[in-house]
Antibody, heavy 122, light 107 residues
């Protein structure tokens, strides 16, 4: 059973960089066919796709965040990470990591972390 | 971006009822549509993928249908554990977008 676990600071100051790591267990991040994703949920709101990465390092980002987001992968640690720069209060949200898995052309989020609340405040 | 619109935004129903939630995409997405259930303080849980395929371990009381731009999630014989928020999500093109959610409440 694949499990994902987010870790990182729960409080970040405005203008600084938000950094989160997702540790994957029960399966290899290098197994192929899956993309490793970050999704966020503003308090009381819906879900927003941030981006995802393949084990090879190829990443895609939401255009609305692209200028501030970097997703990286460390296959030796079976982890992937999110960096979001120049944060503001609007970046306060629960951040989920998830596996984008499924078929060759059609995919879905089949495994999720429990979520990590990040508050942006001085 | 493909806009995904759910209706209704909230729904009140009784235990034992059958309900339907609809999702409309701003352009045709074939069957690239997934449904998730989210309970307070928890991560979303996959229910239906590719519009109509039931995720392993999910009860058959959940069913999905549709293609193109119009999709439906049906839940039969509501039980207390089914009261939650439901989201649809298009997987046709990046950025993958979610509906705004439908909160299913007990009447």
């Amino acid at each position: 059973q694949v499990q994902l676990q987010e870790s990182g600071p729960g409080l970040v100051k405005p203008s600084e960089t938000l950094s989160l790591t997702c540790s994957v267990s029960g399966g290899s991040i290098s197994s192929g066919g899956n993309y490793w994703s970050w999704i966020r949920q503003h308090p009381g709101k819906g879900l927003e796709w941030i981006g995802h990465i393949y084990y090879s390092g190829s990443a895609s980002y939401n255009p609305s965040l692209r200028s501030r987001v970097t997703i990286s992968v460390d296959t030796s640690k079976n982890q992937f990470s999110l960096e979001l720069t120049s944060v503001t209060a609007a970046d306060t949200a629960v951040y989920f990591c998830a596996r984008w898995g499924g078929g060759y052309s059609s995919k879905w989020y089949d495994y999720w972390g429990q979520g990590s609340l990040v508050i942006v405040s001085s | 971006d493909i806009e995904v619109t759910q209706s209704p935004s909230s729904l009140s129903a009784s235990v034992g009822d059958r309900v339907t939630i609809t999702c409309r995409a701003s352009q045709s997405i074939g069957t690239y549509l997934n449904w998730y259930q989210q309970k307070p303080g928890k991560a979303p849980k996959l229910l239906i993928y590719s519009a109509s395929s039931l995720q392993s371990g999910v009860p058959s009381k959940f069913s999905g249908s549709g293609s193109g731009t119009d999709f439906t999630l049906a839940i039969s014989s509501l039980q207390p554990e089914d009261f939650a928020t439901y989201y649809c999500q298009q997987s046709y093109v990046i950025p993958y977008t979610f509906g705004q959610g439908t909160k299913l409440e007990i009447k």
